[in-house]
């Protein structure tokens, strides 16, 4: 009998990826030891391709992989990740927008920070060539990183395999690219719009993934997936922070951090609900029909979605303290210091070690509440 084919899918969304590895330790915990990794596919976009590259290069022991990963996301500084550009924080708006307009004549990229450090931290802690070891020894069968292209803005997810029926894939804005994957496809995937610049890839400009994924399952079911196991970062599943009564107060103007955030949410808002929906939908209408006349290139699938229980953006509110204090001053300024307001933009940026062990603690208490669907998940 066939291996059922189960995927690790990895949503994006900058220090909210810590998250992830919580959920990671909790599956180590309950999964036999010396475990190698038990998801031949790894999906990953934004900062889940981080994650999901690691696993990968770490193939031959589950746990020490997210041992690692776990090391990496609780010792994290602001420092290791990004710097702050120069030209926002300019002393005038017209010189601000004088740079801006200076760099782009000078070939340079325009984005609110660079992330030349995490580049540095990338090459420091991962070996991609060992992406090519995992696979011709069959620990994995697909490392893939979803990107947008800025060039026709196409969802595109690179992906490297040793299945040779995986075939190039371009459906609407979606395609799919056969690809070794390299520092350059991490730092793209992971590039967030206006904060880290793109980078360059072959003859095309890339961005962060989550922007223009729309479903987190697709490449995944392109990749032969029949179990998917999801964990999502964003708060639009189980943060009952969100459902407070109205604020009957007169609004403030939002400030530019506040909508900001929102964007990011927007950006970054998984499809999950609607994505388990479709498949559920299909496993019933496939369940009607017997077995033995089912299309094999339909076949039935089980999920497991894992994400937040509580609101990240509540969470980030009681670590914004442990920010660099250049960092909060920019946040409080540009905030008009209303600290709430600049929670969900700070969110996807506080990359320190309070707010990390926080974000996998988080993730661990999550995962462990559902030990017995993610147990059912692994019974075969």
């Known amino acids: ?18 998250y992830q590895i919580g959920v990671l330790q909790a599956l180590v915990k309950l999964l036999p030891h010396h475990h190698s990794l038990p998801f031949p596919i790894l999906c990953g976009t934004s900062a889940g391709a981080l994650n999901a590259a690691l696993l990968a290069t770490r193939a031959t022991s589950f746990s020490r992989g997210v041992r690692h990963l776990a090391f990496i996301w609780s ?40 992330n030349s450090p995490l580049e540095d931290l990338l090459l420091s802690y991962l070996n991609l060539d060992d992406v090519a070891v995992a696979l011709n020894q069959r620990l994995i069968e697909t490392l893939a990183v979803t990107a947008i292209d800025y060039s026709n803005g196409n969802s595109t997810t690179f992906y490297q395999t040793s299945n040779p029926d995986i075939n190039n894939w371009q459906m609407g804005r979606k395609a799919g690219i056969k690809q070794a994957i390299k520092i350059e496809h991490l730092l793209a995937s992971s590039a967030i719009p206006g904060i880290f610049p793109a980078r360059k890839i ?30 999502g970062v964003s708060d639009n599943r189980q943060a009952i922070e969100w459902h407070q009564a109205t604020n009957t107060e007169e609004a403030l103007q939002p400030s530019i951090v506040q909508v900001l ?72 300024t540009a905030s008009g210091n209303q600290s709430s307001s600049a929670s969900s933009a700070a969110s996807y940026l506080l990359f320190t070690p309070e707010y990390c062990k926080a974000l996998m603690e988080l993730g661990y208490k999550d995962a462990m509440w559902q030990q017995d669907k993610i147990m059912d998940f692994f019974a075969d």
């Open 1 to 18: 009998m066939n291996r059922v084919k189960s995927a690790l899918l990895l949503s994006g969304g900058g220090a909210r990826g810590a």
């Open 75 to 114: 010792h994290l500084t602001t420092e290791q990740v990004y710097q702050v550009s120069r030209w926002p924080i300019a002393s005038s708006i017209t010189r601000s927008i004088a740079n801006i307009f200076l760099s782009q004549s000078e070939g340079r990229q325009i984005s609110l920070m660079t």
């Open 202 to 231: 072959g003859q095309h400009y890339y961005g962060d993934g989550a922007v223009r994924l729309g479903s987190i399952i697709q490449p995944a079911i392109r990749l032969g997936a029949e179990k998917l196991f999801i964990i």
């Open 261 to 332: 955030g929102h964007l990011f949410n927007s950006a970054f808002l998984d499809t999950v609900d609607d994505d388990i929906t479709h498949i559920e939908t299909l496993n019933r209408l496939l369940e009607k029909i017997p077995q033995d006349q089912r299309p094999p290139e339909l076949p039935l699938r089980k999920t497991l979605v894992i994400s937040p229980s509580k609101g990240l953006n509540v969470l980030a509110n009681e670590h914004l303290e442990t920010l660099p204090r250049h960092i909060q001053k920019l946040l409080r």
